[in-house]
């Protein structure tokens, strides 16, 4: 069993940061792969960003590739998502899920996620 809490959400103007935690409880969490999703009103979950149990390998979505950035602190028991440059379309709320497996082909996709957290909402204003 893994629980997860998300954190550091809240509202800021456009072009502003925000840093999101995940702290992760229950198994060892050095063991598995970390994502971020972020849901919209009315729209479909959708993949933001993820990272390998180790962290040497990392994936991002287009459109958040190059102003966001995912890193993890095994030895915290945490994951960040670091966004920059935040647009009013970033607006949702962000949710981190671990895999109990491997990340695959589908890291993408949240079929492939096990354990989700509650969520931290993120808004931004133009």
């Known amino acids: 069993q893994v629980q997860l809490v998300e954190s550091g959400g809240g509202l800021v103007q456009a072009g502003g940061s925000l840093r999101l935690s995940c702290a992760a409880s229950?198994?060892?969490?050095?063991?598995?792969?970390i994502a971020w999703f972020r849901q919209a009103p009315g729209k479909e979950r959708e993949f933001v960003a993820a990272i390998t149990w180790g962290g040497s390998r990392r994936f991002y979505a287009d459109i958040v590739k190059g102003r966001f950035t995912i890193s993890r602190d095994n030895a915290k028991n945490t994951v960040y998502l670091q966004m920059n440059s935040l647009k009013p379309e970033d607006t949702a709320v962000y949710y981190c899920?671990?895999?109990?497996?491997?990340?695959?082909?589908?890291?993408?996709?949240?079929?492939?996620?096990?354990?989700w957290g509650q969520g931290t909402q993120v808004t931004v204003s133009s």
């Open positions: 899920a671990a895999d109990m497996s491997p990340l695959g082909s589908d890291y993408d996709s949240h079929r492939e996620y096990d354990y």
């Open positions: 229950g198994r060892t969490f050095s063991s598995y792969p």
